[in-house]
């Protein structure tokens, strides 16, 4: 019986995978539109995924479709979904854009968990 529901559990994550609702270990883009404006960066997501946001002292939530958040220099932001998150830090110079540091949780799949750093200039 623990068998079928092991196989059950991976035949699901699998298909959600195939799907498009759980994330590739490859990194897409969380943002629609990274551009630089006044000494902020304005980071503006997709109508989908929808992200679990930790931004500020005390706001934590779900995204809205579209949702644009306004940083300083140094200020961060974290998303996450599912097996996915990434912790985003707004940066004006000498680049002005946003670093990335994202982890993949593949631990439910039985791989390991992958780490990566980039970076996304604004427009």
């Known amino acids: ?16 995978a195939l799907a498009g609702e759980v994330p590739v270990s490859s990194d897409p883009i969380p943002f629609h539109s990274v551009t630089v404006s006044n000494n902020v960066i304005l980071a503006t997501l997709p109508d989908s995924p929808r992200w679990i946001v930790a931004y500020g002292i005390d706001d934590r939530r779900q995204t809205k479709p579209g949702e644009s958040f306004t940083l300083k220099d140094g200020a961060s932001l974290l998303l996450a979904e599912h097996h996915l998150s990434y ?9 002005p854009g946003l670093k990335i540091e994202s982890r993949f949780n593949a631990s439910s799949f039985g791989r390991t968990n992958t780490d990566k750093s980039y970076f996304i200039p604004a427009k």
């Open 1 to 16: 019986m623990k068998t079928f529901a092991l196989l059950v559990s991976i035949m699901v994550s699998v298909s959600a």
């Open 87 to 95: 912790q985003v830090t707004a940066q004006l110079a000498p680049t």
